[in-house]
């Protein structure tokens, strides 16, 4: 069965510009949650989607929003990018069936805002 | 705000020892515990998931929960230099169907 996939893996912008990212989960998965890594912040939370709804959000700005397709594959975008939103954006999925159960990243795209 | 703390480390042990990697979490109703390893460069890498207090084992891995001392735990035996990594502890809480990270611990295991 094929993993979490991520498109693209790589990414630069300018300040200002906007970015949207792409994840596809693994099949059979509904649920998909985004994440930002930052070496001194770690991996925080961003939101998770399930069918087609945002279901948790963490404590982002409203500049980084998402949506997630009817076949599960699930988009991120920030606007007005800033210096600081340079990072690893990681998408992982999961069955979307409860709180207990395992998820599964993917390879992560790595944004650089110059 | 539910918290995951580790230990920054670098944790060095040499090659064929027993690494032994903590965590603690604030949320009293957390339910799912899991241990990911993280190469750098590279995305995070599930481990172990437990859920229940006592021991989980998994070939050279072994997991320990202890709810009423909101502490879990990861012991590599037989520690490799391929084992050295970021270790990741994560925490889903009451109600929630999320990821709470802690900031990882860095292994090192020398030959």
């Known amino acids: 069965k094929a993993g979490v996939t991520q498109t693209p893996r790589y990414l630069i912008k300018t300040r200002g510009q906007q970015v949207t990212l792409s994840c596809s989960p693994i099949s059979g998965h509904r649920s998909v949650s985004w994440y930002q890594q930052t070496p001194g912040q770690g991996l925080q939370f961003l939101f998770e989607?399930?069918?087609?709804?945002?279901?948790n959000k963490g404590n982002f700005p409203g500049r980084f929003s998402g949506r997630q397709f009817s076949n599960s594959r699930s988009e991120m975008n920030v606007s007005t990018l800033e210096l600081g939103d340079s990072a690893l954006y990681l998408c992982?999925?999961?069955?979307?069936?409860?709180?207990?159960?395992?998820?599964?990243f993917g390879p992560g795209t790595r944004l650089l805002v110059l | 705000q539910k918290e995951v703390e580790q230990n920054s480390g670098p944790l060095s042990v040499p090659e064929g020892a027993i690494a032994s990697l903590n965590c603690t979490y604030s949320?009293?109703?957390?339910?799912?515990f899991f241990w990911y390893r993280q190469y750098s460069g590279k995305s995070p890498e599930l481990i172990m998931s437990i859920y229940s207090n006592g021991d989980k084992e998994d070939g050279r891995f072994t997991a320990q929960l202890n709810k009423a001392s909101q502490y879990v735990s990861l012991l590599i035996r037989d520690s490799q230099p391929s084992d050295s990594a970021t270790y990741l502890c994560a925490v889903i809480g009451t109600g929630y169907s999320t990821l709470t990270f802690g900031k990882g611990t860095m292994l090192l295991v020398s030959p």
């Open positions: 989607y399930f069918s087609e709804t945002q279901r």
């Open positions: 992982a999925s999961s069955l979307g069936q409860g709180g207990t159960e395992t998820q599964y």
């Open positions: 949320d009293r109703g957390s339910q799912s």
